[in-house]
């Protein structure tokens, strides 16, 4: 099948990417990558409330990309990733653009993506009213989580959650998260 996962990074990319990484995401990665991103925001003079946001939201954006990475089609060109995942960091001119990509199975994509409808959909008010009832009401599911990333990332940020689907095969799709971090929220 003709898919390049990459492609949709390369369409959106308008700033300066300060970090890439596409493979296999395992708790030594996710270290590595929050080390590498905080000494080049420290580098970069930007100032403490933004580096603290875009930190805290690269922490959510990893540990979602960790803990609900699905299985990667038989067919796809990295068969050594047991999670496989992209993730970019782009510093534009307002903020950070916090990027991620991985598999889902066909048959969580339309839970998930009424999952970010309903988030998308809500004031922030509402997105912080969902944010405790779900601290106050949490299940963790099979997965490790309960549900929280994507409403903590939309509560930090006060963005709406920019994604797109794309179909890989019958059984998966590939998912990408952008998200947008600004000092001005």
Do not use: C, W
């Amino acid at each position: 099948m003709s898919f390049n996962v990459e492609s949709y990074f390369s369409d959106i990319s308008s700033g300066n990417p300060i970090h890439f990484y596409k493979g296999n995401i395992d708790s030594d990665l996710i270290n590595k990558v929050l080390d590498t991103v905080e000494g080049k925001l420290i580098k970069g003079n930007e100032h403490s409330k933004l580096r603290k946001k875009v930190y805290n939201v690269l922490v959510e954006s990893l540990q979602n990309l960790y803990h609900h990475v699905d299985k990667v089609p038989d067919d796809f060109e990295d068969q050594t990733s047991d999670k496989f995942g992209i993730l970019e960091v782009i510093k534009e001119e307002n903020g950070y653009r916090i990027i991620t990509g991985n598999f889902v199975q066909a048959d969580n994509v339309e839970k998930l993506e009424e999952k970010i409808k309903r988030i998308n959909r809500s004031s922030h008010e509402e997105i912080t009213e969902l944010y405790k009832f779900i601290l106050n009401h949490q299940r963790i599911s099979s997965k490790g989580g309960g549900g929280l990333g994507l409403v903590d990332i939309a509560r930090k940020t006060g963005n709406r959650l920019e994604y797109q689907f794309k179909k890989y095969n019958e059984e998966s799709s590939f998912f990408y998260l952008n998200i947008f971090v600004s000092e001005n929220y």
